[in-house]
Nanobody, 127 residues
């Protein structure tokens, strides 16, 4: 059974930074693309970033330059560093995993096809 466990959310002031972490359990890491999505109330869950086992990355275009996704294959973790936060970054952030998928696929596929989700971690940006 694959499990994703997120940590690192919280309340951050505008302009600040936050780092989210996600641990992967129960899946073969080398076959798994990991990533992050976010969702606010009343809106669809949207892709943020993804990374494959070899470290290739893919980002939501509007967030490029402010976020960095990284992965530690030994520890089986994926992190999301977000800088220069705005009120618009307030959301519930979900860790996601897809097996045997190209790194860009996670950002292109319907959300319903993402295989595994974490429970979500809240990031609230305050002014």
């Amino acid at each position: 059974q694959v499990e994703l466990v997120e940590s690192g959310g919280g309340v951050v002031q505008t302009g600040g930074s936050v780092k989210l972490s996600c641990a992967l359990f129960g899946a073969s890491g080398h076959m798994t693309t990991l990533g992050w999505f976010r969702q606010t109330s009343g809106k669809e869950r949207e892709f943020v970033a993804s990374i494959d086992f070899n470290g290739a990355t893919h980002y939501r275009e509007s967030l490029k330059g402010r976020i960095t996704i990284s992965r530690d294959n030994e520890k089986r973790t994926v992190d999301l560093q977000m800088n220069s936060l705005t009120l618009g970054d307030t959301a519930l952030y979900y860790c996601a995993a897809v097996r045997r998928a190209h790194v860009q696929a996670m950002g292109l596929m319907p959300v319903g096809l993402v295989e595994f989700w974490g429970q979500g971690t809240q990031v609230t940006v305050s002014s």
